[in-house]
């Protein structure tokens, strides 16, 4: 027998179906609130990786998994779709969307600008 060391989140019937298997043999352990917290934000990231918009129909599958974690992690916070939707709606009117699709290079600032602390907490400085 080999054994795996997965160490991961896993959607619910993926552990049904291994225990399932009576040839297989799992360990695994159900998360606190904090560590499940974790747990998604790691997921996260693991489903973005696997984004690939050269494939338009792995992209929606990988873009559902994302809209999943972050409905998720919405509900263990216990904040409501409507209050949440109002606040990136309040965000996006403040800030803006991505709609110019705008990517900024550079940002030369003067030595006493206000912005300068955001920047070096930010960015890397360049000469």
Do not use: H
């Not at 552990?15 to 799992?26: A, Y």
């Amino acid at each position: 027998m080999k054994k795996f060391k997965v160490e991961k989140l896993v959607r619910d019937n993926i552990l049904d179906s291994i225990l399932k298997n009576k040839l297989n043999k799992v360990s695994y352990k159900v998360l606190n609130k904090k560590k499940f917290l974790e747990a998604l934000k790691k997921k996260f990231f693991e489903e973005l990786e696997e984004l690939d918009f050269k494939d338009t129909d792995r992209s929606i599958k990988e873009l559902a998994d994302l809209q999943l974690i972050i409905d998720t992690c919405l509900k263990v916070l216990k904040v409501n779709k409507s209050y949440f939707r109002k606040i990136a709606d309040n965000k996006n009117k403040k800030v803006g969307k991505f709609d110019k699709k705008v990517y900024i290079n550079t940002v030369d600032l003067d030595n006493d600008d206000e912005w300068i602390p955001y920047y070096e907490s930010k960015f890397e400085k360049i000469k």
